[in-house]
């Protein structure tokens, strides 16, 4: 698979069917055009100067309704009654954060510290925030969500995946997977972050609990199922009875795989079809080859090795592999505290041997086909008109200047949101 295609086209959201995007169609009057675009990312290598990206300089949006129904050059625009002037700025589409953990309380500033002064970070630290979440009430729970989701969409996410995995006991996973449906359809399953405290003597209890009863609450509140595969965690055999169990349930596979050591996580995920697997830093051509071969996406999340000083997973060898790759955040209050998709596209330029063209692409069309999406992530007539003006002239200035809030207005499914 190429690392910068369109992603298996398996959504359950296709877009809408559309006449050409430079064909000079009519629209109605009502729509909104978006002009004076100085380059405007399409994602669609049809368009403009064929590169992946797509780029149109000088461009125009037409949105109708929550849709992209027009792109081309500004000179060429439908009329439209309602017009607003770029400025000579940048538009890209709306970031797509495949992977976070936003359903948690209190936080580990103490961890961090802790860590910033020379301890190394281990998965056993989820077990604070499992004491936090399940003391909260759903009010409290619902308020962190809500104030995650509003930080991340000033910067520019407008579609986002994530996950339960604070709870580990039945009704705390359900809770949380009710809380995250009514913000988003990108709900993930994740009883399985580790074995429960509750459980600590009886981790095949925990798996059966995980596979059984808390499935059947969960499941009908989610589309994905996740298991963490790692030393501390989950082996093997175990994430692949929970994912073959959750698969049964019509729940589709995703697994955090190979963050903190080399491991089976990669190739499970790709002999599962899971949809990504996530982390993927300590890699043996083995997995290298695996991934390029199948439908499963990489999702790097740089956030995480900032975060805790470990090493960076090495973009640059998937990408000339052949592998689709994404980025997203991992926002989660342990290892990778931040909702900033343009903060990681900085890092994974700086630090893990992408391009401003491969980070921008991995973090909008990478991450939709992470989630199997097709209408999201990229800017073409019929896809969903998610849109992002940077306060400068190129996509490339989100790497440029890093650290800088460069996201002027955002609008999703096409009303202005930021």
């Known amino acids: 698979m190429n690392s910068m295609n369109s992603g298996p086209d398996t959504t359950n959201n296709p877009p809408a069917t559309a006449a050409p995007a430079t064909a000079n169609n009519a629209v109605a009057a009502t729509a909104t055009a978006i002009t004076n675009i100085a380059s405007l990312v399409t994602n669609d290598p049809s368009l403009g100067d064929g590169s992946p990206l797509g780029l149109i300089q000088d461009a125009a949006v037409v949105i109708d309704g929550d849709r992209v129904v027009w792109i081309g050059e500004t000179s060429k625009a439908p009329a439209t009654d309602n017009r607003f002037d770029a400025g000579g700025r940048a538009v890209v589409p709306g970031f797509v954060d495949s992977h976070s953990h936003l359903v948690f309380a209190g936080d580990r500033t103490a961890e961090f510290n802790a860590r910033m002064s020379g301890q190394p970070y281990a998965a056993g630290g989820i077990r604070t925030t499992v004491a936090a979440t399940r003391a909260a009430t759903d009010e409290e729970l619902e308020a962190n969500v809500t104030r995650y989701l509003r930080e991340a969409l000033r910067q520019g ?114 002999e599962l079809d899971a949809a990504s697997a996530d982390h993927c830093t300590h890699l043996t051509q083995a997995d290298v080859d695996a991934l390029a071969s199948g439908n499963t996406v990489a999702t790097l999340l740089p956030g995480a090795e900032f975060s805790t000083r470990a090493e960076w997973p090495d973009a640059r060898r998937l990408l000339d592999a052949g592998v689709t790759v994404a980025l997203s955040t991992d926002c989660n209050p342990g290892s990778s505290f931040t909702s900033s998709v343009p903060f990681c596209v900085a890092l994974a330029v700086r630090d893990m041997g992408m391009t401003p063209d491969e980070a921008l692409w991995s973090a909008t069309a990478g991450g939709a086909a992470a989630l199997r999406r097709t209408d999201v992530g990229r800017l073409t007539p019929g896809a969903r008109a998610d849109l992002v003006l940077l306060d400068a002239p190129s996509h490339v200035h989100l790497a440029y200047r890093p650290g800088v809030p460069l996201v002027a207005a955002v609008w999703r499914r096409g009303e202005r949101v930021v």
């Open 157 to 270: 996410t407008t579609t986002f995946e994530t996950k339960s995995g604070y709870g580990l006991t039945v009704e705390d996973e359900a809770r949380a997977l009710r809380i995250a449906a009514r913000h988003t359809d990108e709900v993930t399953y994740l009883g399985a972050h580790i074995v429960s405290p509750d459980h600590a003597d009886d981790p095949a209890g925990y798996v059966d609990l995980v596979t059984g009863e808390m499935l059947d609450a969960c499941a009908p509140h989610a589309r994905w199922i996740d298991v963490f595969c790692e030393k501390g965690a989950f082996d093997g055999d175990q994430a692949r009875e929970i994912l073959t169990a959750g698969k049964a349930r019509g729940l589709h596979p995703r697994i955090h795989a190979n963050q903190l050591s080399h491991g089976p996580g990669v190739r499970l995920a790709v």
